[in-house]
């Protein structure tokens, strides 16, 4: 039997839109055909126990081998083999597809173990790499005889019968001149390990030696037992993942131990993890970790892996999951997920809506039942997950409606309050006399400790946040409790932040504060600052620099990604200068006859106000050093 012919194609230009167009990386040729090999075998075994055929499922296995010599990769597997009409029904005629009539056929039976596959144009992914490409074949039924097929890369095929003993398939791949990267053994390596680390049945590249004490117990001069070479199959993939298994049958340890097989250079611990496992209304296995996050946020992402059945399709799954899932780490399983598909699709998608929905609901559940569970703990757990949480209720809003009743909030007594929790406890004694309550809060409690101190000398409670996202949070709250308003304790003089009552009466006349206002502005900046007098306590500082929320909460926005703020982070920094009209110092300006001895006493306050603002550096540094040692003397 030799047959000559075409393949059937709905277009004369297929192979090289294949080599072109069907695949951005020319390395997924290896998973496609390592993937088909393990549907043929897995197509066995369903095959088997159903009753419709009679064949040996216990030693499953795919071969991947590398000639360097003779230039080619041979992908074998020992599964279902191809009669002659099947071959050519299947590899000819692309316009149908083996996978999609074995569904049909069988798609209410029990194929849980069954990979469906795609043998079809995933096959002539081959030609991405190969000037020539060989199928030899035999087929699982009873006297079958086996096959031959052959191509060149043009739509011109020959088959004809062929010498093979053992029932399966073999796919020969003469690589191209163009592509001999793929004939380098850690290459191949490379793209078994990302692609096919977890397939269900088990891939054999090679072999792998290891230094074993003699089995007759041999000792050399030294006494100690001679070590010698082990040789054994290359197995590169682990076919019964953790996230395969159910819940009830892993521990702790298991869990941590799978972190670190699919992460080998991560040196820390996960914090805790999900498992999911659904199969309706769509199917969805896998396990997310959540690790210790850094504030670089764009490092975090893209540390899920998305896989079909066991076969690693990308780590970017961005269009699948909330944004803001993206900073988790695991593994994501899901047939019901469109592969090779447009952004727009995948966000209309009804299943991957479905998905992204039950994921962000499993995530924000997991952390209630933490929350009410052990309150301590996860207060100790706070500052690695804070970033997280923050970014989920930053950009999903059932996320946010949820995490509302367990998000945290620090003061500076290192006591933990949810938002709700902590408006409760300061919405009297610090509401102002607009009748909004004012949450006082630091990005850094030892920066700006003077005003924290000044505000919570008053009684106040002051909130520790930092973080890359705080600015968008307060926002975000804000809007979501009109009632309530965030401002930084160095936003501006505490009892204008916290308008309460009578105001402060200035010891001053009205001449003297505009004198002393005259003063203080022929010594800064007037474009940088605006200078005003302020009817504050004695116990307040002479000089107070501040800047207004508003301005500074717009500009750290737009460096954040603010989106419509960029006119707030071109314009100039400035700030309110605030003189204590009843600070002693103040008045001993207006006292002060001598010209020098005036400008010296202003110019020192002012550095003081700069110096608690992290303001004063370099050569105006050393001035107020010299300055300071000479009015000490």
């Known amino acids: 039997m030799k047959k000559k012919g075409n393949i059937n194609v709905q277009t004369e230009n297929i192979f090289p839109i294949i080599k072109q167009f069907l695949y951005s990386d020319h390395e997924i040729f290896l998973r496609e055909l390592v993937s088909?090999?393990?549907?043929a075998t897995q197509k066995m075994k369903t095959l088997t126990t159903i009753g419709?055929?009679?064949a040996d499922i216990k030693n499953l296995r795919v071969e991947v081998i590398l000639n360097k010599k003779e230039k080619t990769i041979t992908i074998r597997d020992n599964g279902i083999g191809m009669t002659d009409k099947e071959l050519d029904k299947y590899i000819n005629q692309i316009a149908f597809s083996g996978a999609e009539e074995f569904v049909n056929k069988y798609k209410d039976a029990d194929t849980k173990n069954s990979i469906i596959g795609h043998f079809g144009l995933g096959f002539y992914s081959a030609f991405m790499v190969a000037k020539e490409v060989e199928i030899i074949t035999k087929s699982q039924q009873a006297n079958s005889k086996p096959v031959k097929w052959i191509c060149d890369g043009s739509p011109n095929f020959t088959m004809e019968e062929a010498k093979k003993k053992t029932k399966g398939t073999d796919i020969v791949l003469h690589i191209a001149d163009d592509s001999t990267e793929f004939l380098e053994e850690s290459r191949i390596s490379t793209i078994l390990n990302k692609y096919c680390k977890f397939l269900p049945v088990e891939i054999k590249f090679g072999t792998k030696t290891e230094k074993i004490d003699d089995p007759k117990e041999k000792k050399d001069d030294k006494g100690e037992i001679v070590k010698i070479d082990k040789v054994s199959?290359?197995?590169i993939n682990n076919t019964k993942p953790a996230w395969t298994k159910a819940p009830a049958n892993l521990k702790d340890e298991h869990y941590k131990s799978f972190y670190k097989?699919?992460?080998p250079m991560e040196f820390s611990d996960p914090l805790f993890h999900i498992h999911l496992n659904v199969d309706f209304p769509f199917n969805l296995t896998g396990i997310l970790y959540f690790p210790k996050l850094k504030n670089n946020l764009e490092v975090q992402k893209n540390k899920i892996n998305l896989y079909s059945n066991q076969v690693?399709?990308?780590?970017n799954v961005e269009n699948i999951v909330p944004e803001f899932l993206t900073l988790l780490h695991g593994v994501i399983d899901s047939p019901d997920i469109p592969l090779n598909v447009s952004r727009s699709y995948l966000q209309a998608d009804g299943n991957v809506k479905k998905i992204a929905s039950h994921i962000t609901k499993k995530v924000a559940d997991k952390l209630s039942r933490m929350f009410k569970k052990d309150r301590k703990d996860f207060e100790q757990k706070w500052n690695d997950v804070k970033v997280f949480i923050e970014y989920g209720m930053l950009t999903e809003q059932k996320f946010f409606?949820?995490?509302?009743?367990?998000?945290?909030?620090?003061?500076t007594n290192s006591e933990y309050y949810t938002f709700s929790e902590f408006s409760e406890k300061v919405k009297n004694s610090?509401?102002?006399k607009e009748g909004k309550t004012i949450v006082l809060y630091t990005n850094d409690s030892k920066e700006q400790h003077s005003f924290v101190k000044t505000a919570t000398d008053k009684g106040y409670e002051v909130l520790e946040l930092g973080g890359p996202l705080i600015s968008h949070l307060i926002s975000r709250l804000e809007a979501d409790n009109m009632d309530i308003q965030f401002a930084r304790v160095d936003a501006d003089i505490i009892d204008k932040l916290i308008e309460q009552g009578e105001a402060t009466i200035s010891k001053l006349s009205d001449k003297e504060q505009e004198k002393l206002q005259k003063m203080i502005e022929e010594g800064v900046d007037k474009e940088k600052f605006t200078?005003?007098?302020q009817n504050m306590s004695v116990s307040d500082s002479p000089i107070v620099i501040t800047q207004s929320e508003f301005m500074r909460r717009m500009k750290e926005q737009q460096l954040s990604g603010g989106g419509g703020m960029q006119m707030f982070g071109s314009m100039p920094e400035s700030y309110n200068l605030a003189i204590n009209s009843n600070h002693d110092l103040i008045s001993k300006i207006l006292e002060e006859n001598t010209k020098k001895k005036r400008t010296n006493l202003i110019n020192q306050l002012l550095d003081l106000a700069l110096l608690s603002q992290g303001m004063l550096k370099g050569e105006d540094l050393t001035t107020f050093i010299s300055r300071s040692v000479t009015l000490i003397k």
């Open 36 to 39: 088909n090999a393990v549907d």
């Open 52 to 54: 419709e055929l009679d």
């Open 233 to 235: 199959d290359n197995i």
């Open 261 to 263: 097989e699919l992460y």
């Open 312 to 315: 690693f399709i990308t780590d």
């Open 401 to 411: 409606d949820k995490a509302k009743d367990f998000s945290l909030y620090k003061n």
């Open 430 to 432: 610090q509401k102002n």
């Open 531 to 533: 200078v005003q007098v």
